[in-house]
Nanobody, 125 residues
């Protein structure tokens, strides 16, 4: 079974940085995708960034482009989300999600087959 384990959240001041990790296990092939989503209280879950493991292609939401960087370390089966210049509006629970094929519609929740537990990110002003 595929399992996704997210970690790295915490409390940080505005302008600070955090790095989230998503350890993925159980994928039968290397041709999978990992996405990061977030959900703030009272809001819908929104896509933040995603990466196709096979070719390293990446996607970023406009709200984080230029501030967040997604990367993968295949040796560790881990996808990272480096979050820089954090803003209070980045406060949310962050989830990683996996798809057993390259992603083509990275912001659609239904495109993903597996979800990890969330990790809380709180940015104080």
């Amino acid at each position: 079974d595929v399992q996704l384990q997210a970690s790295g959240g915490g409390l940080v001041q505005a302008g600070g940085s955090l790095r989230l990790s998503c350890v993925a296990s159980g994928f039968a092939y290397d041709d999978y995708a990992i996405g990061w989503f977030r959900q703030a209280p009272g809001k819908e879950r929104e896509g933040v960034s995603s990466i196709n493991n096979s070719d390293g292609s990446t996607y970023y939401a406009d709200s984080v482009n230029g501030r967040f960087i997604i990367s993968n370390d295949n040796a560790k089966n881990t996808v990272y989300l480096q979050m820089n210049s954090l803003k209070p509006e980045d406060t949310a629970i962050y989830y990683c999600a996996g798809r057993v094929a390259p992603i083509v519609r990275p912001w659609q929740v239904y495109e993903y087959d597996y979800w990890g537990q969330g990790t809380q990110v709180t940015v104080s002003s």
